[in-house]
């Protein structure tokens, strides 16, 4: 019966599955990766995870806790020294499953386990997909901002426009004062010139001498 199977047992012992998982630890904090089943991939990620955290602390407390777990002294010296650094700015999450197929023989399903921050060909690929979504975002807010105008430009605008209407002003008003100055002119000759009515009575006047 499988009442109150809280985890996999893996076919195992409680020794001999705490030995293993052990020893897969260690394997995975020196090579950075191994090649092992889904079920014990799983049931290594929830072993492994705790210690990886405890090693952003580098104190004698830290090391005890973690060597009690790992008993090997080289892995205890990579994960504080190498791993512990590399790690420090992740909230979690520092393993990766990659899912290989079924293994020959019993058909298991396989795959890779490996430490994320240790493969440098998927992390230069995040690097690029990240900077590619900032320069998009960028040049369209750039877009934007230049099409919407600012304070600044409007008010610049205005200003050129008067400065370019100052001269055609200039030019109504030269062209008005012409006008008035033709008018008065016309009207002085007008007055010099006298009129038809004046050169008729004149006209009968002589006559009537």
Same mark, same amino acid.
């Given at each position: 019966m499988r009442h109150g199977k809280k985890f996999n047992h893996l076919g195992r012992k409680t020794a001999h599955r705490s030995a293993m998982?052990?020893?897969m630890a260690s394997s995975l904090i020196i090579h950075k990766r191994i090649n092992t089943t889904v079920a014990k991939a !799983? =049931?290594?990620?929830?072993?492994? +995870?705790?210690?990886l955290t405890k090693s952003k602390t580098d104190d004698t407390n830290s090391r005890r806790v973690v060597f009690s777990y790992l008993q090997d002294k080289e892995s205890v010296t990579e994960l504080f020294n190498t791993v512990a650094g590399k790690i420090a700015s992740r909230p979690g999450g520092y393993t990766r499953i990659i899912k290989t197929g079924a293994r020959l023989g019993d058909n298991a399903e396989m795959c890779m386990m490996e430490l994320v921050d240790f493969n440098e060909l998927l992390l230069g690929? &995040? *690097? =690029?997909?990240? =900077? !590619? /979504?900032?320069? %998009?975002?960028?040049g369209g807010s750039s877009k934007a901002k230049a099409e919407t105008p600012t #304070?600044?430009? $409007? +008010?610049e605008v205005i200003v050129a426009e008067e400065v370019v209407d100052a001269p055609k002003v200039e030019e109504a008003v030269a062209e008005e004062v012409v006008e008035e100055a033709t008018i +008065? &002119? $016309?009207? =002085? !000759? *007008? +007055?010099? /010139?006298?009129?038809d009515s004046?050169?008729? %009575?004149?006209?009968?006047?002589?006559? #009537? !001498?």
């Open positions: 998982l052990s020893n !799983k =049931a290594l990620r929830k072993y492994i +995870e705790p210690l690929d &995040e *690097a =690029a997909g990240k =900077a !590619k /979504t900032r320069r %998009s975002r960028r #304070k600044a430009d $409007v +008010e +008065e &002119e $016309v009207d =002085a !000759k *007008a +007055e010099d /010139t006298p009129s004046e050169e008729k %009575s004149n006209e009968d006047e002589e006559d #009537k !001498k």
